[in-house]
């Protein structure tokens, strides 16, 4: 079974710099598309940025936007979210997620697996 496993979150003060990465054992993410989303305390998780494997296709929501970049880091194999700027706003817990048909980007109830989550916490 595939196992998504998110590494790299943690506490920067606003302005700064972090970037988390998703790995997927038992599997790879060829022909897949691969979604970073973030939920909030009492919220339902929302797509923050979203790579197309095989066309190389991105989307990004527009509160992230020229901040945040996703991309392949084929060194390690993994779909890595380069975070910068960062506000408290940004503060939630991070997942990886991926799908292998339906819409670009689709919305999470297209996402077949997940991971289990990395906290990022942006202090002011």
């Known amino acids: 079974q595939v196992q998504l496993v998110e590494s790299g979150g943690g506490l920067v003060q606003a302005g700064g710099s972090l970037r988390v990465s998703c790995s997927a054992s038992?599997?790879?993410?060829?022909?897949?598309?691969i979604g970073w989303f973030r939920q909030y305390p009492g919220k339902e998780r929302e797509l923050v940025a979203a790579l197309d494997w095989s066309g190389g296709h991105t989307y990004y929501t527009d509160s992230v936007t020229g901040r945040f970049t996703i991309f392949i880091d084929n060194a390690k194999n993994t779909v890595d979210l380069q975070m910068n700027s960062l506000k408290p706003e940004d503060t939630a817990v991070y997942y990886c997620?991926?799908?292998?048909?339906?819409?670009?980007?689709?919305?999470?109830?297209?996402?077949?697996?997940w991971g289990q989550g990395t906290q990022v916490t942006v202090s002011s």
């Open positions: 997620a991926r799908k292998s048909s339906g819409p670009f980007p689709g919305t999470a109830a297209w996402y077949d697996d």
């Open positions: 038992g599997s790879t993410f060829s022909i897949y598309t």
